[in-house]
């Protein structure tokens, strides 16, 4: 038996080839646990329930309030499972305890209440205008009434699973819809225990269903399965358009959070401590592989050595070690692949640009066997390098080094990605002007990575189609249908018949 099972209709469950996989610590390289390994037989069991559970179950039926109260304690309970969790989180993906307890957890658990609270108060009707357009009719009243939309197919990324989990069950069940959720292959334990947390809950059956297996075989067969109505994906873009290419079809509405190349634009009157700490805090929290992560700086040419300088010295006393200590600054990548590719790109870079800092595995007594990669930082990179256009999703920063404000707005833009950046500068009005040339979904002045369940996060450009989080991501999950009303019975009254009826 795996010690991990899926959950399917309100049960855990064995993939039906009776096959299952290992997963690994990745601050060791040892083996944590064995998960069931689904397969398209498994999703066609999800969808079915899930598919039951909307078409002929309570919980569409069931009013928003009815519906918080359980996404509410939901929430509640991850809140007090947060030593539990934030410890497998760390073990299963990587990262710090530090990361896992003040981030992931809370996060998670905040997505539930605030979700809880938005199904309870956003109104599921809204007046429209009254009819007016054609001559001859009198103001007929119209309004909307917002419904679930049915079975979500949910797919989620290695890099934050039980942030990125929560992001995609909470507002779709809170909404009204039921749900099948793929996690990263390579992280799925936490959102397993989701799946336990929403069982003893008591949803009704069907409501959330989590199939664990490769992206291959679950995840193509969720985003291309008939029953499935909407696929919402978070990962990374190759794989975003492969789903829209799956989802076609059968014209499911389609939700993606893809990659990003997010930059930081720094200029000269900036307080530098601020600016060197402030990128660093963008590109290394969680070794950079965070979709958000300001991996280029762009900086005004008359403090560049200055800031380059400053964060090569501040990024060289970052301290890599166990994940579990909460003394730790680094933890480990999540995988050996994410290792290899950070390395390969570490290679490329040596050839392109500068390096200053970082740019090998790091090593020691506790980190040999694990994952571990230093904090690398290349100046005089040029927006056009492979480093500075590609996601290298480790952490790697490229410098960039402009002019004026207008050059780095040119450079920041330069890039097919648009999901964040970040304006570091003592001139608030001015930081605000760049900003708002800046072609990208979320942009912080003097932050980076907060993210919050109140404010809506989309990719502009190839980042992503659509938004998750706030009122957006709930009336994500929902279809709209526009009810005209003419209490008018008589049927001589009615100026649209004499369109086909002559007398
Ligand atoms: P990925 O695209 O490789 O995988 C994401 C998910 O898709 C996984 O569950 C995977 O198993 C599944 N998958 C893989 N191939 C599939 C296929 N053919 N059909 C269906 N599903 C498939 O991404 P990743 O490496 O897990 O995560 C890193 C990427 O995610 C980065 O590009 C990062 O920027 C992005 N990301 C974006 C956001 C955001 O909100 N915009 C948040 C986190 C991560």
Redesign the pocket.
């Known amino acids: 038996m795996s010690d991990y099972q899926m959950y399917i209709d309100g049960a855990f469950t064995e993939a039906e080839s009776g096959d299952s996989y290992a997963t690994y610590n990745p601050a060791t390289g040892e083996k944590i646990a064995d998960i069931a390994k689904g397969g398209r037989e498994d999703v066609d069991r999800a969808v079915s329930a899930a598919r039951k559970a909307f078409d002929e179950g309570p919980w569409p039926k069931m009013s928003g309030a009815e519906r918080a109260a359980l996404v509410r304690q939901m929430g509640e309970k991850i809140q007090q499972k947060i030593n539990e969790l934030a410890e497998l989180e760390v073990k299963d993906g990587g990262g710090t305890i530090r990361k896992a307890m003040m981030a992931d957890v809370n996060t998670c658990a905040g997505v539930f209440l605030k979700y809880a609270e938005y199904a309870e108060s956003i109104p599921d009707t809204e007046d429209l205008p009254d009819f007016s357009v054609m001559p001859g009719l009198p103001g007929v009243p119209n309004y909307l009434k917002y419904e679930p939309i049915g079975v979500c197919g949910q ?6 699973p039980l942030v ?1 989990a929560s ?1 995609k069950i909470a507002p779709a069940i809170a909404a009204g819809n039921t749900i099948v959720l ?5 992280t799925s334990l936490t959102a397993l225990e989701l799946a336990r947390i929403a069982d003893e809950v008591g949803f009704p059956p069907g409501v959330v269903n989590v199939v664990t297996g ?3 075989t ?3 067969a ?2 291309s399965h008939p029953g499935v109505d909407k696929v919402a ?8 358009a ?2 829209m290419q ?1 989802a076609a079809p059968t014209v499911k509405k389609v939700t ?5 190349k997010s930059a930081g634009i720094v200029t000269e009157d900036v307080n530098l401590e601020l600016a060197a700490k402030g990128i660093l805090w963008g590109t290394f929290f969680h070794n950079g ?4 992560s300001g991996t280029r700086a762009v900086v005004n040419e008359k403090i560049y050595d200055d800031l380059v300088s400053l964060m090569s010295e501040k990024a060289g006393t970052l301290k890599l070690g166990d994940p579990l200590d909460f003394a730790t600054d680094e933890g480990p990548l999540v995988s050996q692949a ?1 290792l290899e590719t950070v390395e390969r790109y570490v290679e490329i870079g040596k050839k392109e640009a500068k390096l200053v800092c970082g740019g090998s595995r790091a090593s020691g007594d506790a980190l040999d066997q694990g994952y571990f990669f230093e904090p690398t930082i290349f100046a005089d990179v040029d927006n056009g390098d492979k480093i500075a256009q590609e ?1 290298i ?1 480790g952490p790697v920063l490229s410098v960039i080094k402009v002019k004026d404000d207008e050059e780095a707005v040119a450079v920041a833009n330069d890039s097919m990605y648009g ?1 964040a950046g970040a304006v570091w500068s003592n001139d608030i009005e001015r930081a605000k002007g760049i900003a708002e040339r800046m072609r990208t979904g979320t942009i912080w002045i003097n932050e980076h990575h907060l993210l919050g369940p109140e404010h809506p ?3 502009y450009k190839q ?2 189609v659509g938004y ?1 989080m706030g009122v957006d991501g709930y009336r994500a999950y929902q279809a709209k249908k526009r009810i005209h009303v003419d209490a008018n019975t008589d049927p001589n009254a009615h100026f649209t018949f004499s369109l086909i009826f002559s007398q």
């Open positions: 797919i989620t990324p290695w890099n934050f990125m992001w793929k996690p990263a292959s390579i490769p992206g291959g679950v995840g193509e969720i985003a994906f978070t990962g990374s873009t190759e794989v975003g492969r789903i799956l993606l959070e893809l990659g990003g592989q965070v979709c958000e994410q996601e999703f999901l996060f989309g990719g980042s992503g998750e």
